[in-house]
């Protein structure tokens, strides 16, 4: 997939989650009870007059719409253009406008829709600095969470563009870890910028850990030794079971160092740990890799087929080669018998009986000894053809006739 082909995708579904936020912002106009930190009933107990617009949709608005510009310049603009090196200085520059502004944006609609902590200090500048210190510090994750899922997003893209390069497991296993990383910063952004506690953000990322963890260890080791031995999807799935069990004593340790002294969170976390494992890992890990030894078989198949035509081509080349070598020779020899030039004609017999022996019989290991004194002869008669005319050159052979069924390696007898 090409990065304009993502980029289209991403900014079509943020344009929708945006909308829709929007359609619930104007939907809820007769509902008091708006959510965590917009509740009609904290104005009420502060003795505040709440209005829904001022209170809650100007404010969620202004969040709303921050939250969207931010993605989509950070995204398709800052991010890609400090990868590629271009206006560094410039769009640093506009990382620290967007931070500023996102921090004042966010901590005046704070004022309105949070109003009701006011009351809770002495003075005005107080609350105030309580206020647009959340607010910054909601700026700056926001910004950092955004960023590194652009860089996640750059680095899957690069490491699928060059995967084919290197067909290695440890090339796929990084692709398959920089896609897990890529979902758990979704699903974070989407945690923050829904004002999520830190709870639910703790145990998003504490089981996502988890799941990237066992459907690597599935696919690259666990499958490959259960898959080839016919081992059924039940007894994977009872081994992915044991580790997810084993892994909610980790995960419970530091859950607990998080949550305490609460330990019924630990107890939350466990509980949505093991049904994410055996309900997503496990099936999930199974598909990607029986979908991947389908995709490595067929490969090996096209590649064991393609070997197959390159050696039928070779074959079939071999063949033709010499054969238009040989009615080549056949011509000259029957032009020269056509011209009563007979010692012409009988080299060219000699030579193509050579050749015929240095195609087809030259390359086997062991040959007839009377074929190989044959080419010795056919050698002998044409070295006489050229000193025929010389009478101070005589050749004399004596060759005994082969009758047995001796072998001999090809080529042994004209190195003497």
């Known amino acids: ?51 829904y617009l001022s209170n809650y ?16 310049l950070i995204n398709f603009c800052i991010i890609p253009s400090l990868i590629k090196k271009k206006d560094e200085l410039l ?89 897990g990383l890529a979902f758990w910063l979704v699903g974070l952004l989407l945690w923050v910028s829904s004002n999520s506690a830190f709870e ?24 490959p030794n259960l898959y080839p031995h016919n081992k059924k999807f039940k007894a994977f799935f009872w081994q992915v079971f044991f580790i997810a069990l084993l892994l909610v004593i980790p995960i419970s340790l530091v859950s607990l160092f998080f949550f305490y002294p609460r330990g019924e969170a630990v107890l939350v976390t466990a509980l949505f740990h093991l049904p994410t494992q055996l309900l997503v890992s496990a099936p999930l890990a199974w598909f990607i890799y029986k979908r991947r030894l389908a995709n490595t078989n067929e490969l090996t198949s096209l590649r064991t087929e393609l070997g197959k035509s390159d050696a039928s081509l070779s074959f079939l080349q071999s063949q033709i080669n010499p054969h238009f070598l040989f009615n080549a020779l056949n011509t000259l020899y029957g032009t020269a018998l056509q011209e009563n030039a007979e010692r012409t004609g009988e080299g060219i017999q000699k030579l193509g009986d050579m050749m015929r022996f240095m195609l087809h019989e030259n390359v086997q ?10 080419y010795l002869e056919n050698y ?29 390696t090809p080529m042994l007898l004209i190195l003497l």
């Not at 104007?26 to 917009?38: C, D, L, M, T, W």
């Not at 949709?57 to 989509?72: D, G, H, K, Q």
């Not at 609609?109 to 206020?131: K, P």
């Not at 290991?365 to 004194?373: A, G, W, Y």
């Open 91 to 179: 769009n640093y520059f506009l990382l620290f406008i967007l931070f500023i502004s996102a921090g004042i944006i966010t901590g005046i609609c704070r004022t309105y829709s949070q109003a009701y902590l006011i009351v809770e200090y002495d003075t005005l500048q107080q609350a105030y600095n309580r206020i647009f210190f959340s607010a910054f510090s909601y700026a700056i994750w926001l910004i950092i969470l955004i960023s590194a899922y652009g860089l996640m997003r750059e680095l899957t893209l690069y490491l699928m563009a060059n995967k084919h390069k290197n067909m290695e497991s440890q090339n796929q296993m990084k692709v398959d870890i920089a896609v």
């Open 1 to 51: 997939m090409k990065l304009k082909d993502i980029q289209k995708a991403e900014f079509w579904t943020a344009t929708v989650i945006y909308a829709f936020a929007i359609i619930s912002l104007i939907s809820n106009v007769n509902n008091r009870n708006h959510g965590y930190g917009y509740d009609y009933y904290y104005f009420k107990d502060a003795k505040l007059t709440y209005s």
């Open 200 to 223: 639910i953000c703790v145990v998003w990322t504490l089981v996502i850990f988890a799941t990237i963890g066992i459907i690597i260890y599935s696919i690259y080791y666990l499958l």
């Open 365 to 374: 290991d062991k040959i007839s000894l009377t074929r190989d004194v044959d």
């Open 57 to 72: 949709f100007i404010p969620e608005l202004f969040r709303y719409s921050l939250l969207y510009i931010s993605f989509l």
């Open 380 to 408: 002998i008669s044409l070295q006489k053809l050229r000193t025929s005319r010389s009478s101070d050159i005589v050749i004399e052979t004596q060759i005994d006739e082969q009758l047995n069924n001796l072998q001999i």
